[in-house]
């Protein structure tokens, strides 16, 4: 079939959020539905990268100009910012790799320019849905769609400041006479509320494991009747169907990035994201929502498949992968990092995991012999009682066994910590506190948050195992929104924020290269693998803990 005979559906990832690396979601779709209906034409059209170059080329060419009070944001001037989108894209290594101050200036100015453009985008959508008039960024962002000629449109979001800009693309696409799909892991919970916040945005939203359904809208001419996890409006009532979550993965493929040109993302090397798994193998944590998202379960790719799509990619010119599953159990991650190595890969990659006794020594020197430069673990809390409360499974004093084997091996090991989970109380905090400051010669970066209800997680449905006596709607969103919460013992909200708050510049120092390179994920990938035994651990100056 000639490509000008196929149909057309263009999957669309909205702006805005850092685009170091090229969106996987909709790679993996266009690679699935290509290979199923050969009829179809699929484009992918990343509108976050593309809106990022329409902005800083502008800015170079003098013609958008930001105003003092975004210089003021950001701490500099237009000058740096377009310095750092240079080291970013690969035009300075010398300022990315060997001057920590100067990356330190260029992550702090990038960061708060998405800021500042997210709110603008917000906020222009928020005036389109008032007056119908689109905003000239608006019209450029719906004129790059329209150039795609699709008679079908998918969107996929997976960051909640996406969906303003995806309501707005879906519903000028159905004003087209386009039919409109929406999917993405930001529709966990909350799908039916986005539903009746932005009833013309989408004819259909898919939950769950996207190829399939997205196979049999198509096959179906957009009606959503039987397809697996979708919704969509019947009369005034939102329908939802079940969701199918299939067992073998492997059917769905690999990912499709050939069309990418990755020098247009801000990583100076390519970078590429791949999932080897669906779910979470531990599924007990009891703030977490993720997993319902692929029908509790956890599904896994063959070996053979992983090391057949790494190979595809090293062949397109990338060796740098963040493995962004939930988590990869220690047993897996053995047998993943062997076929590693039986395949001669020369590859560097970093991915998520829970850290417990499983992982050994030699298990560790394995993963780092087959290229994994650093582990973002799921720590939460260094106080017993609170890991028991979260369902995590860890023992304080086997996490602190693991930290120390992974740095050893010549892992880099960053954590998450969560502060004001319910009943915790300011010493429990200072636990966690104590155990960062005693290890701080094994951890290379906090990334850290204060506690949030999520609507659909455990502890929501039994909120007096947590002492949680009053629950109320703090800020209405399009997913529901941020829930408040009194618990009858432990910190208040209030208190935790304040917690969290002085903890700030103590978490920022842990990092041996530059404060604002945790905020750039793939960043640290590239900085650890080209710098990792060089960095000095001795030079950060994290502060002492207040007595």
């Not at 100067?102 to 453009?117: P, S």
């Not at 047998?335 to 560790?364: C, G, H, M, V, W």
């Not at 720590?379 to 609170?386: F, H, K």
């Not at 155990?435 to 209800?453: E, W």
Request: glycine fraction near 8%; charged fraction near 20%; charge should be negative.
């Amino acid at each position: 079939m000639s490509e000008l005979s196929k149909r057309r559906i263009t999957l669309v990832f909205p702006p805005m959020t850092m685009p170091t690396s090229p969106p996987l979601g909709v790679a993996m779709l266009k690679g699935f539905i290509e290979r199923e209906l050969p009829q179809w034409q699929v484009t992918v059209l990343d509108l976050n990268v593309w809106l990022f170059q329409f902005l800083l080329g502008g800015i170079a060419r003098g013609e958008i100009h930001l105003t003092p009070a975004v210089h003021e944001r950001m701490g500099a001037d237009s000058r740096v910012l377009l310095q750092a989108a240079q080291a970013f894209t690969g035009g300075d290594d010398t300022a990315f790799y060997e001057q920590p101050q100067v990356y330190d200036v260029y992550g702090r100015v990038f960061i708060q320019f998405t800021d500042v453009f997210v709110e603008i985008l917000t906020a222009e959508c928020a005036q389109w849905e008032r007056t119908g008039e689109l905003s000239v960024m608006l019209q450029a962002l719906v004129d790059q769609v329209l150039q795609t000629q699709p008679e079908v449109v998918g969107v996929s979001m997976i960051f909640s400041q996406q969906l303003p800009i995806g309501a707005m693309l879906g519903r000028c696409m159905r004003e087209q006479q386009m039919k409109v799909f929406f999917g993405g892991s930001c529709f966990t919970e909350g799908v039916e509320h986005f539903m009746r916040w932005y009833p013309n945005a989408a004819d259909v939203i898919v939950t769950g494991d996207g190829e399939l359904p997205l196979k049999a809208l198509l096959e179906q001419q957009g009606n959503p009747r039987g397809v697996p996890g979708a919704f969509y409006w019947q009369g005034e009532q939102v329908v939802r169907e079940a969701p199918v979550f299939q067992k073998n993965i492997d059917a769905f493929g690999a990912p499709d990035f050939r069309a990418v040109d990755f020098s247009r993302y801000y990583s100076p090397r390519p970078v590429a994201a791949l999932l080897l798994s669906r779910g979470c193998y531990w599924r007990k944590c009891t703030f977490c929502v993720h997993y319902f998202s692929a029908g509790d379960s956890y599904r896994l790719h063959g070996l053979e498949q992983v090391v057949a799509m790494l190979k595809t990619m090293v062949a397109q010119g990338v060796r740098h992968f963040s493995f962004v599953d939930e988590m990869i159990a220690p047993g897996h991650f053995v047998r993943l990092a062997q076929a590693i190595r039986a395949a001669d890969l020369d590859i560097a990659y970093y991915a998520l995991s829970k850290p417990n006794k499983t992982f050994t020594p030699e298990i560790l020197k394995e993963m780092a012999a087959s290229g994994c430069k650093y582990i973002l673990w799921g720590l939460e809390s260094a106080n017993q009682r609170i890991l028991d409360l979260m369902g995590k499974g860890t023992q304080v004093e086997e996490v602190e066994q693991v930290l120390r084997d992974a740095r050893a091996a010549g892992i880099h090991n960053h954590v998450y910590v969560i502060c004001g989970f319910p009943t915790e109380t300011p010493q429990e905090f200072a636990d966690t506190l104590q155990f960062l400051d005693r290890n701080q010669a094994f951890i290379s970066a906090i990334h850290r948050s204060v506690f949030s209800l999520e609507q659909g997680s455990p502890i929501s449905k039994d909120l007096p195992k947590f002492s949680i006596e009053e629950v109320w709607l703090r800020q209405e969103s399009p997913l529901g929104g941020r829930m408040g919460y009194r618990c009858a013992s432990g910190m208040t909200m209030e208190e935790a924020a304040q917690n969290f708050q002085a903890a700030l510049p103590f978490f920022r120092r842990f990092n041996p290269y530059a404060q604002y390179l945790a905020n750039f994920r793939d960043h640290a990938l590239l900085v650890y693998d080209q710098r990792g035994p060089t960095l000095n651990f001795a030079s950060r100056g994290i502060p002492a803990l207040a007595a």
